[in-house]
């Protein structure tokens, strides 16, 4: 069709009647009229909701406090392991049950459906079933996203730091794996100079007194309510 409206319109000009004084009249094509450009939308700059910047300071301080929490780990003979921000949609699914809805999940690439992590407790299965190991005593720090509502003066971020330490077919000989962990826990909120309490919960039984709170000076507040310890303890900050 292209082809025939162009052959049309030559012969329209080749054919064209004839004017006053017997010239050749053809067809003219006036040039387009310019256009403005379209004024450009300001933009807002601004952080993701939930999300936050740190500052040279800040950014110190939290270094410090993850080097404090890797070294107590390591010094628990933990190895340091490192999986993929995303994980395949299937892997993390029913997981974590209602809390499945504030997985953050990836348009299609390639035809395989990816997720952002919601923990590094989910990963690890999945690296020890990838690699067929039964037995690790591991720590890993990284990012972990949530699409929660976000409360800041809470501690509830939509992308935080969670340092994990876990334990895997067996742990030191000297004492059990839940003796160890909640010792490495422990060892690590008085390297950071935090006051604590620990109370302990039997599987769903109700906990046996009120959640923990821990006093944190203002410095520290809005820096460590986004910094997840997950020892297989839940404190409440």
């Not at 995303?86 to 809390?99: A, C, M, P, Q």
């Not at 953050?104 to 923990?119: H, P």
């Amino acid at each position: 069709p292209s082809l025939v409206l162009l052959l049309t319109a030559t012969a329209l000009v080749v054919l064209g009647g004839r004017g006053r004084g017997g010239e050749r009249r053809g067809l003219r094509c006036s040039p387009p009229k310019p256009q403005r450009p379209r004024a450009a939308r300001p933009v807002h700059v601004k952080v993701p909701k939930g999300t936050r910047d740190l500052g040279p300071a800040e950014a110190s301080r939290l270094e410090g406090v993850l080097h404090t929490v890797k070294t107590i780990f390591k010094r628990h003979g933990a190895v340091a392991i490192e999986t993929p921000v995303f994980e395949r949609t299937e892997t993390l699914t029913n997981k974590y049950g209602e809390d499945s809805k504030l997985i953050y999940n990836l348009q299609d690439q390639g035809g395989e459906l990816l997720s952002l992590r919601y923990d590094l407790t989910v990963p690890l299965a999945r690296y020890l079933a990838t690699n067929k190991l039964d037995r690790i005593k591991r720590y890993h720090i990284a990012k972990v996203y949530r699409r929660d509502n976000p409360a800041f003066s809470r501690g509830r971020f939509r992308e935080f730091h969670q340092c994990d330490f876990d334990i895997a077919g067996g742990g030191s000989p000297r004492m059990s794996p839940d003796a160890e962990v909640m010792f490495v826990m422990a060892e690590a909120l008085t390297a950071l100079g935090l006051r604590y309490t620990v109370y302990l919960q039997a599987g769903k039984e109700p906990p046996c007194a009120p959640p923990i709170r821990l006093p944190l000076p203002s410095q520290w507040r809005l820096l460590l309510l986004p910094l997840c310890l997950s020892l297989s303890l839940s404190l409440s900050l």
